[in-house]
């Protein structure tokens, strides 16, 4: 590749990073979707980072047959209040929004060179690469800008076994980043994870489900501070709580390779 079309690959690339961020940091109003898998049209299809895509990407934000009645409960209460009535029986958007999700990201995220064609047609989201519905991390986000939380309704499949009959800690790590990393996109644009410190209070049962909530401490600069907690659905257990802080970032930050 000449230096000339090294460069101008290389601006496409920065275009389309730039543009699944900004989308995710100026999220649309998401219709309410109550309903169950086979009805699960969005009524409005505009969502984050689509235009990443050459092909129609699953949502995996919306319910499949593994979800759990309370993991479908949950979902339902938040998605319940992503749209609210308005005047002359129109609806307008509510308090909380619900995070799409795919299993690819960023394609030209590389860390430093760029990748194969092979490995970039390959790489997945981590939390959103096992196929099978139910075996590993089943999660969806739903934020509220306005009070600045975000909460995640978590169902911990049986391929994330740690200690026998519960879920591992770096799995719920990896949730806790995931979520509070989303959560400080939407509250500051492109960010990294400069430090997690987390405290495992209770041992979270294999195949339950648990909410994962965050909210914003404070933005100082460039630095994002969040909170987070995993707690049983009904908020009575505490599991694991953990601190977070994020650093904005410059998106040519991950082309170059940190
Ligand atoms: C398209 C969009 C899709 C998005 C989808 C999202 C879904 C997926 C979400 C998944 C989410 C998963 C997310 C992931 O998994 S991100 C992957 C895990 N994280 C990393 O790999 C990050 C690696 N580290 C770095 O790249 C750099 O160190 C960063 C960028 C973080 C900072 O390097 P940079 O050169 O930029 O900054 P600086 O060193 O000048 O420091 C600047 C300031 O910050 C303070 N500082 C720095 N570090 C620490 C620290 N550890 N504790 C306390 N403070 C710290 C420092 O003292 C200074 O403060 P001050 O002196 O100014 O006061």
Redesign the pocket.
Known sequence: MTHESHRVQMARSLGR?LK??QS?TSLPAMRAQRSHPSACVPCRTTV??PS?FSFKPRDFSLPNSSWSSEMMRLYDHYNSQCEVEAERGETRGGPWQRLPSYNR??KYATGGVYLSKIIQSRAR?FTRNIREPGAAFEYVLFVNKEEQRCVCIFQAGHLLEGPPGHVHGGAIATMI??VT??HA?VLSG?V????LNINYRSPVPLGSTVLIESSLDTKE???TFISCKVTSTDGSKLHTEATA?F?S?NVS?LLRG?
């Open positions: 990073l699944g961020f995710l984050a980072l990443l990201s960023l989201l980043d995931n990393g989303t996109t492109p990294m994870t400069a430090n600069g460039r630095k802080l650093l970032i930050h940190g």
